[in-house]
């Protein structure tokens, strides 16, 4: 089956500085690779998806980038504020399966 | 519109002991998950239905772990008996088109087996 590493585990940055946070997968056949955050006691929100046909898909602070060839994908998250203080799940969907990474904890300290 | 609905929202038990989690999808998503979330891991797919029909349930310890859906619509997952090892959150997921778009999740329900 799919596997799906997250790195980093944890991420603190500055208010104000961009954030990184990547995936890799295993199964070439995954084609549907959403994010996912969420606030500490609350359920998941998707924050932005990637099919892929597309390579990078940008919602004002934030963007995916996908790498079909590597098998891997990134979230950016730029001028990062308090409330993005989250955690982050990335996620591969295969055949109508969806297989989530571990999660990044995002910190960012005003 | 009115999210995912699950109850209830936390639940304790002493092993052995059958529990059964509730959830209610959003008005009209025909695709509907059940997650579990151990702390500190993204959510493990348990089960997906398409409608009544369960379409991937691979991962479902089919041993002690039960899950229906009837008329579409409602689910329950039913555990019987509990383990130890079941403590987590149970979430469940609905979507409109189906796995290649949006998960909607429900708030979970946190297991604790003593």
């Known amino acids: 089956g799919e596997n799906v590493e997250q790195h980093p585990s944890t991420l603190s940055v500055q208010e104000g500085d961009s954030a990184v946070i990547k995936c890799t997968y295993s199964?070439?056949?995954?084609?549907?690779f959403p994010w996912y955050k969420q606030e500490l006691g609350k359920r998941p929100q998707l924050i932005i998806d990637?099919?892929?046909?597309?390579g990078e898909k940008k919602d004002q602070r934030i963007a995916v980038t996908l790498n079909k060839t590597a098998k891997h994908f990134s979230l950016h998250i730029t001028e990062t504020q308090p409330e993005d203080s989250a955690v982050y799940f990335c996620?591969?969907?295969?055949?109508?399966?969806?297989?989530f990474g571990d999660g990044t904890t995002l910190t960012v300290k005003p | 519109e009115a999210g995912v609905v699950q109850s209830p929202r936390y639940k304790i038990i002493e092993k052995k002991q059958p529990v059964a989690f509730w959830c209610n999808p959003i008005?009209?998503?025909?695709?509907l998950y059940w997650y579990r979330q151990n702390l500190g891991q993204g959510p493990e797919l348990l089960i997906r239905?398409?409608?009544?029909?369960?379409?991937?349930d691979s991962q479902l310890p089919k041993d002690r772990f039960s899950a229906e859906r009837l008329k579409g619509v409602d689910s329950t997952l039913k555990i019987q008996p509990a383990e130890l090892g079941d403590s987590a959150v149970y979430l469940c997921?609905?979507?409109?088109?189906?796995?290649?778009?949006?998960?909607?999740f429900g708030p979970g329900t946190r297991l604790t087996v003593t």
């Open positions: 997921a609905s979507s409109s088109r189906g796995p290649q778009y949006e998960q909607y």
């Open positions: 199964d070439s056949a995954s084609n549907y």
């Open positions: 990637i099919r892929s046909n597309v």
């Open positions: 996620a591969c969907t295969n055949a109508g399966k969806s297989t």
């Open positions: 008005s009209g998503h025909n695709t």
């Open positions: 239905y398409e409608n009544e029909e369960a379409v991937d």
